[in-house]
């Protein structure tokens, strides 16, 4: 899918703040691939799609997530979860996307896993920070991000705070959210093999 058309797509069907966001994250994205030598192309088709599901109905989601043999635990979620997962799956199999880190990068880009390839950090990561982001302590991981060097250390301190919110409001933990929070811990000692 050429570029256009995947901004068509999202443009037709979010609505406008939405739209928006996705155009910021794409932009995002590209600007980290920029710093960290990533393929700009892929985070930025990656970054445009991302939220393409967010509204989608639950139960139909659901569906998908059967009838694809998705993790069986996403049941368990709600859309927050399944929106990327899902959103994969339609890329994938109504508009033949099949480039697996593009693929990957909208799949997981909510919950972030161990062992990301490059354009899913990026693609999680400008999720985070682009500019229309208001959460609070976010200015420090922009200039994480953008100043110091290293995306696995922004990686741990999203999933950390993500993680510590979710937990202060009793909301449950998805494996890979847990999975990447370890993985990417910089002060754990366990050898990581990227
Ligand atoms: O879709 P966006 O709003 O752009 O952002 P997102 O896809 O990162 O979704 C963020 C929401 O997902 C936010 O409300 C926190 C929630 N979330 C992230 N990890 C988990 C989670 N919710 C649950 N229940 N469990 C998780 O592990
Ligand atoms: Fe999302
Ligand atoms: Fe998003």
């Known amino acids: 899918m050429k ?23 794409a932009k995002t994205a590209v600007k980290l691939a920029e710093i960290y030598d990533g393929d700009a192309q892929k985070a930025e088709i990656a970054g445009v799609l991302h939220d393409y599901c967010k509204y989608d109905d639950l139960g139909t989601m ?29 890329m994938n199999k109504e508009y033949g996307i099949n480039d697996e880190e593009v693929l990957l990068a909208i799949k997981n880009h909510t919950t972030g896993r161990a062992q990301m390839t490059k354009t899913e950090k990026l ?51 998805y494996d890979a959210t847990i999975a990447c929070l370890n993985y990417y811990n910089y002060s754990d000692e366990r050898i990581k093999d990227d």
């Open 3 to 25: 570029i256009d058309n995947a901004v068509e797509l999202v443009k037709e069907k979010l609505p406008e703040k939405r739209f928006i966001h996705s155009m910021n994250v």
């Open 62 to 90: 659901y569906q998908i997530v059967t009838q694809n043999g998705l993790d069986s635990d996403l049941l368990s979620y709600g859309s927050e979860i399944l929106h990327g997962p899902v959103a994969a799956v339609i």
């Open 123 to 173: 693609v999680f990561i400008a999720d985070y920070i682009e500019p229309g982001r208001q959460t609070p302590g976010v200015e420090e991981i922009r200039d994480l991000a953008y100043n110091q060097g290293s995306l696995d250390k922004t990686i741990y301190e999203i999933s950390k705070r993500t993680v510590l919110h979710l937990i202060s409001k009793d909301i449950n933990v």
